[in-house]
């Protein structure tokens, strides 16, 4: 009687164990579907944070290559539609005079202040400044003046920023695109400035610039030919037998900027005449 009593007792303990084991086994595998369900919700979670994450950095790379833009008037008759990209200190874009039957842009190339006022101009193909705007943007308002070197006429500007979007565009050039005949004009009495550079071999270029005041004086800054090593898209050139006359030469897809680098250049050339500029590429 003991024996099978014995033999029932373990085969009841054995049940016993079973039922715990599986039981056990149970909640482990509940816990660890509960996990990976969590894992995979934690992943879910990442995945899509980190899609929206990527999509406000695309966002606002896309809102740092667009155009800011503007529409107003000038003189409160003139309709005009204003859009310009930041490069740097440089503004450039395009002006359309709404009024005109062929509402043709006009090229824009200007430059940011230190005191944060712009100044743009607007370029004829010929090199021709037909207009000058001058004044201090805010979130959402420009006002300020246009000028007509031609005219001497000023008008008031009072521009709002719009929401338009329009994409910057690419305004960097190549070493072989920089050669040729540079120029700007403030009307037949005004301002003249020319820059020519001109490939030698694969090492070298040759420049010159000159550029004359206004009428009467016709004072003059002639900066004669000198050959440079080429070094990419733009050159710094001390003016020799100087102390610190020295520029910077920087060339884009339709323009060249010049710049002082210490200041300028006093008494080397004629009473206001500079070398600095903005200086239209002829085609």
Same mark, same amino acid.
């Given at each position: 009687m003991a024996f099978i009593y014995c033999q029932s007792y373990f085969k009841y303990k054995k049940a016993a164990m079973i039922k715990v084991f599986y039981f056990v086994f149970s909640l482990l595998f509940a816990g660890f579907m509960i996990s990976c369900n969590n894992n995979q919700e934690r992943i879910a979670e990442t995945a899509t944070q980190t899609s929206i994450d990527q999509? *406000?950095?695309?966002?606002?790379?896309?809102?740092?290559?667009?155009?800011i833009c503007w529409k107003g008037t000038l003189n409160s008759t003139i309709n005009i539609f204003l859009h310009y990209q930041i490069e740097g200190n440089l503004l450039i874009g395009e002006l359309v005079y709404l009024d005109t039957k062929e509402k043709q842009p006009i090229k824009i190339i200007g430059t940011?202040?230190?005191?944060?006022?712009?100044?743009?101009?607007?370029?004829?193909?010929?090199?021709?400044?037909?207009?000058? *705007?001058?004044?201090?943007?805010?979130?959402?308002?420009?006002?300020? =003046?246009?000028?007509?070197?031609?005219?001497? =006429?000023?008008?008031?500007?009072?521009?709002? =920023? *719009?929401?338009?979007? *329009?994409k910057s565009k690419k305004i960097e050039t190549n070493k072989d695109s920089i050669f040729g005949e540079y120029y700007y004009q403030y009307s037949q009495a005004g301002n003249q400035g020319t820059l020519h550079i001109e490939k030698i071999d694969q090492d070298k270029f040759s420049f010159s610039i000159f550029s004359v005041t206004g009428e009467p004086a016709r004072n003059m800054a002639d900066l004669e030919i000198d050959t440079l090593t080429f070094h990419g898209t733009n050159f710094i050139y001390k003016i020799p037998e100087t102390d610190s006359c020295e520029f910077k030469v920087n060339f884009y897809k339709d323009f060249?900027?010049?710049?002082?680098?210490?200041?300028?250049?006093?008494?080397?050339?004629?009473?206001?005449?500079?070398?600095?500029?903005?200086?239209?590429?002829? =085609?």
């Open positions: 999509s *406000i950095l695309n966002r606002q790379e896309e809102i740092q290559n667009t155009a940011t202040e230190r005191d944060e006022s712009i100044r743009l101009l607007e370029f004829e193909n010929s090199g021709n400044i037909t207009g000058i *705007i001058t004044g201090t943007p805010t979130d959402s308002i420009l006002s300020g =003046k246009w000028f007509s070197p031609k005219t001497r =006429k000023e008008l008031d500007l009072e521009l709002t =920023k *719009i929401d338009t979007i *329009i060249a900027y010049v710049t002082y680098t210490k200041g300028y250049c006093n008494g080397l050339f004629g009473h206001n005449a500079t070398i600095a500029g903005i200086f239209y590429k002829q =085609k």
